[in-house]
């Protein structure tokens, strides 16, 4: 059996056990990404790196030292956060060098990486990945976009594509993404794995390229609920380098995946119900909904009247956020440096931007100086920090009358590579159930149900339940999603990830 078929938790047990080599983890993780590079999943992979920690974790065990929680577990990171030892990218040619075409190397790890590497994992290299976060479908990287395992004609959604995909197809069994929108909920939905966005605060964001700073969080993508849980263990908590993070206690997460649901109050926002939702994915989730109603969940009908705003609210904010966050993009600092022969300092800050940043990003930077300037400040990014509350009250005010709500993350299946690049507004709207959640800061997460039905020549299809909780109750949903995974009707659990692997990848 491959190592690939674990989980991050059953990895790390059977390395710390003895049971498994890291080094041979290492190996088959490393074969299985070259095999699949027709998915475009990775931009780097820290081969040599790999083996070197694998094998001092070996060695280590071998002398009877103690190993950390995820001992020997191969984990990918979004480029979006920095590496010390990889290039980070952000998925943009902006931070490439002009004269040697090599990507830009942080002197420093991210927090959320460093602490991964404590715990013992094995940082197999950076993800695919759209454009410094900026989309729904990874079609908006500069390297280009990742395919979905499960039909590689179909995009595996965006912002963390790479990182869902990756762990989709079986080439490692968890992976590291930020979500400032939906960007880790929506590509776990569309590629059929779990992924959860922590609570606003409650990983550090230190060393992740900022796109949106009142949004952005880190988290992660598994096989399953119960490594999440450890993986987000791990990450979580304080950091004096991020002065958002949380002082909170960070919860037991792992322990929580055993938890009871019984009793457990559930609502069910009717306006994630309505026009433009695809009615197997309606299906599938009110199939879910049903089934967590025989294991003794309450549910009810709740409403959310303020969600048909989320999408203009979002849209005004995170380009404005981004605006700001994207101005150190300059030449001077990092990267790309393009220099015309007239027109000074000036000329130059033009050219490199011009030539560096695709056009999503400058579609963003644009429409955020737009509703920033004077005189439509007011009636753009004003009104929208106001609509925000409006978005957050709604989140207060259920959350009064329900523990945990459920809902679609996408309201579609996986679509067409191309299928939206045209029409940036109905990109726009993939991300219309996750990004009320963002707006609010609290937290949610896409566990696979069942994914569609096979029809003639076409594939079977992810769908994600996502459930959502309120600020610093990630408990809940590991609770609820653990319960949901083991007792999910059967078509809705994934096969054996190297199946899928040999299916959408297949190395002939
Ligand atoms: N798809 C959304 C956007 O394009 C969210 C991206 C994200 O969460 N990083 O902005």
Redesign the pocket.
Known sequence: MSALELSVLEIARRVRSGDLVALDVAQECLQAIKRAAPLNAFLHVSEAQVLETAARIDARRARGEPMGPLAGAPIAIKDALCTRDAPTTAGSKILTRSATGAGWRPPYDATAVERLRRADALIVGKTNL?EF????SNENSAFGPVLNPWDRTRVAG??SGGSAAAVAAGLVPGAIG??????IR?PAALCGVVGVKPTYGRVSRYGLIA?ASSLDQVGPLTYDTRSAAQVLEVIAGHDPLDSTSSTAPVGKYVDACGRDVAGLRIGVPEEYFQEGLNPEVERNVREAIDLLTDRGCHIQSVSMPHTRYGVATYYIL?TAEAASNLARYDGVRFGLRDEPHAGGVTAMYGATRDAGFGPEVKRRILLGTYVLSAGYYEAYYKKAQKVRTLVKRDFDSVFGQVDVLIAPTSPTPAFRLGEKTDDPLSM?L??VFTLPT?LAGVCALSVPCRPTEAVGAEPSLPVGLQLMAPAFCEERLFSLAATWEQMAPKASRLGPPPQLALKGVSPN
Do not use: H, I, V
Request: aromatic letters at 10%.
């Open positions: 759209d976060a900026m989309g729904s965006g912002s930020s979500d400032t929108g939906g960007s929506q796109f995170a726009y993939a991300d963002s």
